[in-house]
């Protein structure tokens, strides 16, 4: 029961390369983010990845992730959920990392309270603003008193600020005053009203202003580094470095027993009709097929979508991800844990074929991963 993802390791590598230098050519830095699943090809590649290429620094989402970090890849890793007193358990495993890794781990910090984040050993930190995804970070007054209670003993290597993938309401950013060009983006004003403030605090301290960002576009990056020529930027990238080129990208599915049904007969564990022919196909809800996050109806072409989905499975006629011949085969029922029913009535499929899928890679987990 294999379900493979195969890398066309050339053009994979090609593309990341050319993100890293598109990114710099516009001013900025590249940090890797490597977290969850590692996006399909498992963090300890990509960590390995980064260290190829020379990077010096990779991002992780939780201090659980940094173990394995640390091991495979030799640079600092930056982790990117704040420290937080009130999660017991990581502030431990923090605590535990730091006695081995203070040099290499770095911290960030968006909560006032820093007084056990003082204490864990950390030496490098982080220092996030909140901006308009009201999810974690300090407002601009809190950052100088945090600064001063964490004291000269620890670095402060940046700022970081976590914008949406969505431009903001102009509401968002009128908090900020910076002298910004006419035809910047919301999420462009944010960043450099950022700047404007950071720039007031740092001026008091010996350190230069690094400012690490999210989820701007390349024009949008040379847009702030010509209004702050001054400011050294870092773009922290993760789905668009990683999976931006789909066609360096396969998943299948191995074949692995084909059903015939006689009239009135049923299948699955449901006992459903629909068809003469079962295919049953590695790949089920443990690897990822057929999950998928809550979809953002943004437009009236995705609504349309959610509704003919939603009366397809009303029906009982549910699209499945996988493809024979170019066309999506419903599914029997619901998928199992390894492998999917599926109806399909091609008679020219064979026991061992191997059947494209389409997955969300983040959420996705593979068997095999072929790096061709």
């Given at each position: 029961?294999?379900?493979?993802?195969?890398?066309?390791?050339?053009?994979?590598?090609?593309?990341?390369?050319?993100?890293?230098?598109?990114?710099?050519?516009?001013?900025?830095?590249?940090?890797?983010?490597?977290?969850?699943?590692?996006?399909?090809?498992?963090?300890?590649?990509?960590?390995?990845?980064?260290?190829?290429?020379?990077?010096?620094?990779?991002?992780?989402?939780?201090?659980?992730?940094?173990?394995?970090?640390?091991?495979?890849?030799?640079?600092?890793?930056?982790?990117?959920?704040?420290?937080?007193?009130?999660?017991?358990?990581?502030?431990?495993?923090?605590?535990?990392?730091?006695?081995?890794?203070?040099?290499?781990?770095?911290?960030?910090?968006?909560?006032?309270?820093?007084?056990?984040?003082?204490?864990?050993?950390?030496?490098?930190?982080?220092?996030?603003?909140?901006?308009?995804?009201?999810?974690?970070?300090?407002?601009?007054?809190?950052?100088?008193?945090?600064?001063?209670?964490?004291?000269?003993?620890?670095?402060?290597?940046?700022?970081?600020?976590?914008?949406?993938?969505?431009?903001?309401?102009?509401?968002?950013?009128?908090?900020?005053?910076?002298?910004t060009p006419a035809n910047a983006s919301a999420k462009v004003q944010e960043t450099l009203g950022w700047i404007s403030w950071l720039k007031e605090i740092v001026a008091d301290l010996d350190i230069p202003l690094t400012l690490n960002v999210?989820h701007l576009s390349v024009s949008e990056i040379a847009q702030i580094k010509a209004s702050q020529p001054q400011v050294e930027l870092q773009i922290r990238l993760g789905t668009s470095l990683w999976l931006g080129d789909s066609k360096a990208?396969?998943?299948?599915?191995?074949?692995?027993?084909?059903?015939?049904?006689?009239?009135?007969?049923?299948?699955?564990?449901?006992?459903?009709?629909?068809?003469?022919?079962?295919?049953?196909?590695?790949?089920?809800?443990?690897?990822?097929?057929?999950?998928?996050?809550?979809?953002?109806?943004?437009?009236?072409?995705?609504?349309?979508?959610?509704?003919?989905?939603?009366?397809?499975?009303?029906?009982?006629?549910?699209?499945?991800?996988?493809?024979?011949?170019?066309?999506?085969l419903q599914f029997v029922e619901p998928p199992h844990m390894q492998v999917s029913l599926l109806w399909c009535d091609d008679k020219n499929l064979k026991v061992g074929d191997q059947l494209s899928c389409t997955v969300r890679n983040t959420?996705?987990?593979?068997?095999?991963?072929?790096?061709?």
């Open positions: 029961m294999t379900f493979t993802l195969t890398v066309d390791t050339a053009r994979f590598r090609n593309h990341v390369r050319d993100v890293i230098a598109r990114n710099e050519q516009a001013g900025a830095s590249v940090l890797p983010v490597i977290k969850g699943n590692g996006y399909g090809f498992t963090r300890d590649a990509l960590a390995k990845e980064a260290s190829e290429i020379g990077l010096a620094q990779i991002c992780v989402g939780t201090i659980w992730e940094a173990s394995d970090a640390l091991t495979h890849f030799t640079g600092k890793v930056v982790v990117l959920e704040p420290f937080n007193t009130f999660d017991v358990s990581a502030a431990v495993k923090w605590k535990e990392l730091l006695a081995d890794f203070s040099e290499r781990l770095v911290m960030l910090i968006g909560n006032p309270d820093v007084t056990a984040a003082r204490e864990s050993g950390v030496q490098h930190v982080w220092i996030e603003g909140a901006t308009s995804m009201h999810r974690f970070g300090l407002a601009p007054h809190q950052i100088a008193s945090v600064i001063k209670a964490l004291g000269s003993e620890i670095a402060i290597a940046g700022f970081s600020v976590h914008l949406p993938i969505a431009q903001p309401t102009v509401s968002s950013v009128l908090g900020f005053e910076a002298h999210s990208l396969s998943v299948t599915g191995t074949v692995l027993a084909i059903g015939q049904l006689k009239d009135h007969e049923r299948a699955g564990y449901q006992q459903k009709s629909g068809g003469q022919q079962v295919v049953v196909v590695s790949g089920g809800t443990a690897h990822g097929v057929a999950v998928s996050a809550p979809i953002t109806t943004s437009s009236l072409r995705k609504r349309g979508i959610a509704v003919a989905e939603g009366l397809a499975q009303a029906v009982g006629k549910v699209r499945s991800p996988f493809l024979s011949g170019g066309t999506n959420t996705a987990h593979f068997d095999v991963i072929e790096w061709k």
